[in-house]
């Protein structure tokens, strides 16, 4: 379940138990996380460090991804620290003190775990991302580093729900395509619904997670709730960050 802690934080209460392991979304509130046209990169670094301080990180090394709507995943060490990597969508590594990070803003970002190998990942999926089963992919890394998927905990963070996620029927098809398509719903008015964290879940079950390891946290969306930023509400270039990584654990 997302909660918001007392320093105006949300995390996954299943993420929560495990001391070396950062996993947080920022909020509205911390400002814009990802440089664009209209800002300073100076402002994004500002509002940054001001949520690092608050997860009580100190100039963290910090891997970012393209974000290109596509379904890759890569591998992140610890000489991709500060960079951002093409074509990337989602990122994982098995490196202490690397931490990863996606911008959001109704798109879902996805954060994993696997408390026994000591791996992390994330991922950010929109439509296109959730069609091309980045879920999965993000999976397939862990597995190539030696995870069980048994053992891997999933956390969905802040993303519009289907109560305000529309499409037309272009987009419904590719869900129908992907095998998704009981995550496309249909409103008595006639309006197409699609549910990103239900597709995201059955492509995580399908990669091998268990149900009950994924936190889904119902109940959020983005669009409904001030605390994040929302692309359909109108925030235009603004993003929210999450990030996960495992500090050393000394
Ligand atoms: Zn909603």
């Given at each position: 379940m997302l909660r918001k802690n007392k320093r105006g934080i949300y995390s996954l209460t299943s993420f929560s138990d495990f001391k070396n392991l950062i996993c947080a979304f920022?909020?509205?509130?911390?400002?814009?996380?990802?440089?664009?046209?209209?800002?300073e990169t100076s402002e994004v670094e500002?509002?940054?460090?001001?949520?690092?301080?608050r997860l009580s990180l100190k100039k963290p090394s910090v891997v970012t991804a393209e974000q290109v709507h596509g379904g890759r995943v890569s591998i992140a060490t610890e000489k991709d620290a500060g960079r951002q990597i093409k074509g990337a969508d989602g990122l994982a590594t098995r490196e202490k003190n690397l931490f990863l990070m996606?911008?959001?803003?109704?798109?879902?970002?996805?954060?994993?775990?696997?408390?026994?190998?000591?791996?992390?990942?994330?991922a950010h999926a929109g439509w296109e991302g959730t069609t091309k089963k980045i879920a999965s992919d993000l999976i397939e890394v862990f597995i190539k580093f030696g995870s069980n998927p048994k053992n891997v905990l999933v956390g969905l963070g802040p993303g519009i729900e289907f109560c305000h996620y529309e499409v037309g029927n272009?987009?419904?098809?590719?869900?129908?395509?992907?095998?998704?398509?009981e995550a496309v719903l249909k409103s008595l008015s006639g309006k197409v619904l699609v549910d990103l964290k239900s597709a995201n879940i059955k492509t995580l079950t399908e990669a091998g997670v268990n149900k009950s390891n994924i936190d889904a946290s119902l109940k959020v969306c983005t669009y409904e709730t001030g605390d994040f930023f929302s692309f359909r509400r109108g925030d235009g270039d603004s993003r929210i960050a999450a990030v996960i990584g495992l500090k050393n654990g000394n």
């Open positions: 920022s909020t509205a509130s911390f400002g814009n996380m990802k440089p664009n046209r209209n800002l500002k509002n940054r460090s001001k949520f690092f301080d996606v911008f959001v803003a109704d798109c879902l970002p996805i954060v994993a775990y696997d408390p026994k190998k000591e791996i992390v990942g994330i272009a987009v419904a098809n590719k869900f129908a395509q992907a095998g998704l398509g």
